[in-house]
């Protein structure tokens, strides 16, 4: 005997149990009653027992088959129930979504905007992982992550957001002292603020606008695992830092740090929406995804001019 019972078998008995026939059973389920038939005649082989006395007029269940109908009449309703609950969670989703964003920003951009999400869809909860850390989605158990990066090949499936300008800035008071670089080989002679969760943080990678590629290794005082972090000191004018566009807005507009190198790009980044492989997500998650490529890209800031 197989381990799995047959739930379809016993669901199809219930429903014949319940209406005394075959083709009205049939008709509810939207089934031939050949194949009703058919479901019926397997149980009663798996179990070696018959289920139903039948006349031409009468359907009557014996005694092995009234002692059945009670189990499988409720297999059939927490079925109906459970499929019920599920369908409804399109309509009214509800659950938890564990959701990993990194740290800068999820504090300035997403936890902001995640009350409204969460009074729309009041039977909906979040946990909010903050950190800058690549998180192992299917590992932890995280249900999606925003990621700020060029992905790597994966079985992850992402979903591009907006885009991320990166720039490599400086305070003023660091370009009067040390000069300004005019090109990226330049670098090794300056000191540069690092980011411990860049794909090779030692060696900076450059594209001039004619094409011209460059990589230079870079060295400093200071190597950070969160770019908020960074800022202070850049501030302060210990040296060249890359970060990204959301945490150097106001530093930027305020004259605090100025772009070095304008006409060359450091990799083209973005914001991307990250899940785990496997089929449909349910209807809480897809409607976050949603909810947070729309504001994001309604909030997203506009290019800074060097």
């Given at each position: 005997?197989?381990?799995?019972?047959?739930?379809?078998?016993?669901?199809?008995?219930?429903?014949?149990?319940?209406?005394?026939?075959?083709?009205?059973?049939?008709?509810?389920?939207?089934?031939?009653?050949?194949?009703?038939?058919?479901?019926?005649?397997?149980?009663?082989?798996?179990?070696?027992?018959?289920?139903?006395?039948?006349?031409?007029?009468?359907?009557?269940l014996t005694d092995a088959g009234r002692q059945l109908s009670v189990r499988a009449a409720?297999?059939?309703?927490?079925?109906?129930?459970?499929?019920?609950?599920?369908?409804?969670?399109?309509?009214?989703?509800?659950?938890?979504?564990?959701?990993?964003?990194?740290?800068?920003?999820?504090?300035?951009?997403?936890?902001?905007?995640?009350?409204?999400?969460?009074?729309?869809?009041?039977?909906?909860?979040?946990?909010?992982?903050?950190?800058?850390?690549?998180?192992?989605?299917?590992?932890?158990?995280?249900?999606?992550?925003?990621?700020?990066?060029?992905?790597?090949?994966?079985s992850l499936i992402a979903r591009r957001l907006c885009s991320v300008t990166p720039y490599?800035?400086?305070?003023?008071?660091?370009?009067?002292?040390?000069?300004?670089?005019?090109?990226?080989?330049?670098?090794?002679?300056?000191?540069?603020?690092?980011?411990?969760?860049?794909?090779?943080?030692?060696?900076?990678?450059?594209?001039?606008?004619?094409?011209?590629?460059?990589?230079?290794?870079?060295?400093?005082?200071?190597?950070?695992?969160?770019?908020?972090?960074?800022?202070?000191?850049?501030?302060?004018?210990?040296?060249?830092?890359?970060?990204?566009?959301?945490?150097?807005?106001?530093?930027?507009?305020?004259?605090?740090?100025?772009?070095?190198?304008?006409?060359?790009?450091?990799?083209?980044?973005?914001?991307?929406?990250?899940?785990?492989?496997?089929?449909?997500?349910?209807?809480?998650?897809?409607?976050?995804?949603?909810?947070?490529?729309?504001?994001?890209?309604?909030?997203?800031?506009?290019?800074?001019?060097?």
């Amino acid at each position: 005997m197989s381990k799995l019972p047959d739930f379809e078998a016993l669901a199809i008995f219930a429903k014949v149990a319940e209406t005394r026939s075959f083709a009205g059973a049939a008709a509810e389920l939207s089934l031939s009653k050949a194949t009703v038939s058919k479901a019926v005649s397997r149980l009663e082989t798996r179990l070696g027992a018959r289920l139903f006395n039948r006349t031409s007029r009468r359907l009557a269940l014996t005694d092995a088959g009234r002692q059945l109908s009670v189990r499988a009449a409720a297999i059939l309703a927490e079925g109906e129930a459970a499929e019920s609950e599920a369908l409804a969670q399109s309509v009214n989703p509800r659950g938890l979504i564990r959701l990993a964003v990194p740290m800068s920003f999820g504090v300035q951009h997403v936890a902001p905007i995640l009350p409204e999400f969460l009074k729309r869809y009041p039977d909906v909860q979040i946990d909010l992982h903050l950190s800058d850390a690549t998180v192992d989605l299917i590992g932890e158990g995280f249900d999606a992550a925003l990621r700020i990066a060029q992905l790597p090949d994966s079985s992850l499936i992402a979903r591009r957001l907006c885009s991320v300008t990166p720039y490599l800035v400086a305070a003023p008071s660091y370009l009067a002292v040390h000069g300004t670089p005019k090109h990226p080989l330049q670098l090794a002679e300056h000191s540069c603020l690092g980011y411990a969760y860049q794909r090779t943080p030692d060696t900076w990678r450059f594209t001039h606008k004619s094409g011209e590629v460059a990589s230079v290794r870079t060295a400093g005082p200071l190597r950070v695992n969160n770019g908020d972090a960074m800022l202070p000191a850049l501030i302060a004018g210990l040296g060249l830092g890359m970060l990204p566009d959301f945490i150097l807005r106001e530093a930027l507009r305020d004259g605090s740090l100025k772009t070095v190198l304008p006409e060359w790009s450091f990799g083209t980044s973005g914001l991307h929406w990250v899940t785990p492989p496997g089929g449909p997500k349910p209807a809480r998650v897809e409607l976050l995804a949603e909810f947070l490529a729309k504001e994001l890209a309604r909030r997203a800031p506009k290019k800074h001019k060097a």
